[in-house]
């Protein structure tokens, strides 16, 4: 793509192009903000991060080849580079990807949901559900990138724009109508998602999350940022939680139609007469749905009255596209999500319940979906991420003293902070008269050790992980897999291994 057509989509205020280059004439193949991927004919945008300044690795795209320039300040260069200097080049990156790639969200139907809990839940539900309908629809979020046979993984709930509009343009080179995207609130204030329009716009609920020193400097901020999605983005049908406290705050401020949901409330989707059943490797939830005068039954495999949420999340937005209830309950019911409330029946009779409950709400939420199937023991096993989020370990450590019957501290990302020191503040919140508990450091340890003295009709919770495939010790994503490592022991176990 020429150099003048990219320089046509964003707002600069200045140009230094010492040399004389012709817009007219450089091609540029290449778009990034990683000074290693960068060469001979890419543009290289300088990226304000929370950890490191893009701007500051300007030479090394230089010394890799490139020539073009996004930058928000005069940058270090010698003069043969062409450098375009713009007030916000995180707009800029956003901008350019979707003229890059041909502006692929055009040619779809997106589907953005935003929330502290249930994005990824309510996103597969829908994905799911769309896809056994025959409508060829895409994934984007937490569990990665899915769409036909397709699978990436990612490292942020929503990608860098240049990723975004990379995989979109796959998506609709291979047939995708519909993408279902999680949108974090991080997306929204760092402008991955600028300039896409979303058709339908999804809040779940809200409450204090990802504030800190390098996340958001507190819970206003927050709440701003995921309310920008229901009012800067063309929002065309909004589904929203009615019984969340700050509905109003996030979605007001938009007079397209809107749908509520509820358990209990009047609402246009309801949920009554909610039922909670346990069988061999199954735990789930029934439930009697009421819109627009007509009452059918729901029944999916995850616990808990949050399961119903997202369950009415799911059908609000899949009927709104044209599919029956009928429909959508029978596909419903036997949908299972990786690392949200995977189930694994051990050989003694207990069951393993996966889930990415990483917050005092989170886990708060599962312990308590979790007791209703009144469970010989509920044990908890969890950690917190090293390094960041520190006013989580707080919150953790009351949860679960209070909420489980025992529990096991381990590792959860510790990346370059020892994990008996996260370990030790977690537990200082373990007053006395609350739960028992031992500490791990090494998780694959403690999740056999939780293995190895499970009891018929134990229930235990494997907290914080969910999806992940790795481990962060030390700044290196080492493979590891709470799945696999359940099912290896099953495995041993059946074979007289262990």
Excluded: W
């Amino acid at each position: 793509m020429l150099l003048k057509e990219l320089m046509s989509v964003i707002d600069y205020k200045e140009t230094i192009n010492r040399s004389g280059v012709d817009s007219e004439r450089v091609e540029i193949r290449s778009l990034c903000c990683d000074s290693r991927k960068a060469c001979a004919d890419s543009m290289f945008v300088c990226i304000s991060g929370t950890l490191a300044d893009g701007h500051d690795f300007a030479r090394a795209a230089y010394a890799g080849g490139c020539r073009v320039f996004v930058t928000e300040h005069r940058a270090d260069l010698p003069d043969d580079a062409f450098v375009l200097i713009t007030s916000d080049t995180r707009v800029a990156l956003a901008c350019l990807s979707a003229r890059f790639f041909g502006d692929p969200a055009k040619e779809l139907t997106v589907i953005g949901i935003t929330g502290t809990k249930g994005k990824t839940t309510s996103s597969l539900l829908i994905y799911n559900i769309l896809n056994e309908s025959g409508i060829p629809t895409a994934y984007i979020g937490s569990n990665g990138v899915s769409y036909l046979d397709c699978q990436f993984s990612t490292v942020n709930t929503t990608p860098e724009s240049y990723d975004l509009h990379a995989h979109m343009r796959k998506m609709v080179d291979s047939g995708v109508k519909i993408l279902v995207m999680e949108v974090s609130s991080q997306a929204l204030k760092m402008a991955r998602v600028h300039g896409i329009k979303f058709d339908i716009c999804v809040f779940t609920n809200l409450s204090p999350d990802h504030i800190g020193e390098f996340e958001h400097p507190d819970f206003e901020d927050y709440k701003k940022c995921k309310h920008t999605l229901f009012t800067d983005y063309g929002a065309e049908y909004i589904v929203y939680n009615g019984d969340d406290e700050y509905a109003s705050d996030v979605v007001g401020g938009n007079r397209c139609e809107k749908a509520s949901i509820s358990v209990g409330a009047e609402a246009d989707f309801r949920a009554d007469s909610i039922t909670y059943f346990r069988s061999e490797g199954n735990i789930g939830v029934s439930f009697e749905c009421t819109s627009e005068g007509k009452t059918f039954p729901v029944a999916l495999s995850f616990p808990g009255e949050f399961s119903v949420y997202n369950a009415l999340t799911a059908i609000a937005v899949c009927m709104k596209l044209g599919l029956s209830a009928g429909k959508i309950t029978k596909t419903m019911r036997h949908i299972r999500i990786k690392g949200r409330f995977e189930t694994h029946e051990l050989p003694c009779g207990a069951t393993v319940v996966i889930d990415y409950a990483h917050n005092g709400v989170s886990l708060k939420a599962a312990l308590n979906a979790l007791r209703v199937y009144n469970p010989n023991r509920l044990i908890c096993l969890f950690g917190s991420v090293g390094g960041r989020t520190k006013m989580r370990r707080a919150e953790l450590g009351l949860v679960a003293s209070r909420d489980a019957d025992f529990c096991i501290l381990t590792a959860d990302n510790p990346d370059n902070e020892p994990p008996n020191a996260i370990i030790g503040e977690i537990a200082s919140y373990f007053t006395a008269g609350t739960c028992p508990y031992v500490a791990i450091p090494d998780r694959r340890k403690a999740i056999e050790y939780a293995l190895e003295n499970a009891e018929k009709g134990d229930i235990i919770l494997l907290a914080g992980k969910g999806h992940e495939s790795y481990q962060i010790i030390c700044g290196v994503r080492e493979s590891f897999s709470e799945t696999q490592i359940v099912e290896e022991y099953c495995k041993r176990v059946r074979e007289g291994k262990t």
